[in-house]
């Protein structure tokens, strides 16, 4: 979680909204990536989004069984549709998103009986850190 956090710190500092993603086969690091929706003019370049398609890539497979996602923030319905697509063994995140999140808020996808696959999931690590990332950024636009 501290590299995800390091990388949402990053990302704050190119005017991004500050979340970071890990994606980890065992202690091997497969993808690290923070949100790049400004920079890539693309809606869908969240965090996990981004770590997912790269991890996929160094895997050069369709999917991420045994493979674990840490994110900064709580992901949202297309990020948490695309981590049941991908089979992520489990997801930790830190903190929630009670407006957009759709694990332990909103929709709660994986909750749904017409979720294919829900990974483990682990909320907390690295909330008070993200938070306050969070917070700042938002405040620091208003």
Known sequence: MELALRLAEEAAERGEVPVG???MEGDVVLAAEANRMRALGDPTAHAEMLAMRAALAARGTGRLDGCDLYVTLEPCAMCAGAIAHARIRRLYYGAEDVK???VDNGVRLFAQPSCHHAPEVISGPGERRAEALLRQFF????
């Open 139 to 142: 405040r620091d636009r208003r």
């Open 100 to 102: 957009a999140g759709a």
């Open 21 to 23: 993603a890990v994606v």
